[in-house]
């Protein structure tokens, strides 16, 4: 559709095989419509989320949400990647929380990025959206 995605994960062998068109997940037509994308420059997969996020308007939390020892999500990646967006946003940014997780993890995800913006001393706005799962 033309928009230019940036895909970041904390795993550089993973990134590196991205990169080289190796796709770790079948999906019918997945792995052409990467390929194409990566070739016309409108995907591109790093591990350096202030990188990514430099230009972004609006950033996706998609991270695995584990069963935690009482049986709810465990939400410690969401909230990682939360922190992160805190520490590196240059600019106002959408950020959809698009993980499996209960009600009221926007509000968390919320207070998570709002930390990490008071501690730089930073009045850089953004909202926190989330998407559900039917």
Do not use: H
């Not at 970041?8 to 990467?34: A, H, R, T, Y």
């Not at 998570?112 to 998407?131: A, C, P, W």
């Amino acid at each position: 559709m033309g928009n230019r995605v940036t895909c970041v994960d904390i795993d550089p062998v993973k990134i590196e095989k991205l990169n080289q068109g190796i796709i770790p997940i079948f999906e019918p037509g997945l792995e052409q419509m990467v390929l194409k994308n990566v070739k016309n420059k409108n995907l591109l997969f790093t591990t350096n989320l202030g990188e990514a996020i430099s230009d972004a308007e609006i950033v996706f939390i998609a991270v695995g949400t584990p069963m935690g020892d009482d049986g709810s999500a465990d939400l410690q990646y969401v909230l990682a990647v939360a922190k992160s967006i805190g520490q590196s946003m240059l600019k106002r940014l959408i950020v959809v929380d698009k993980s499996t997780v209960p009600v009221g993890t926007a509000d968390q995800v919320k207070a998570t990025i709002q930390k990490e913006l008071d501690l730089r001393n930073s009045d850089l706005e953004f909202d926190v959206v989330s998407i559900l799962n039917f």
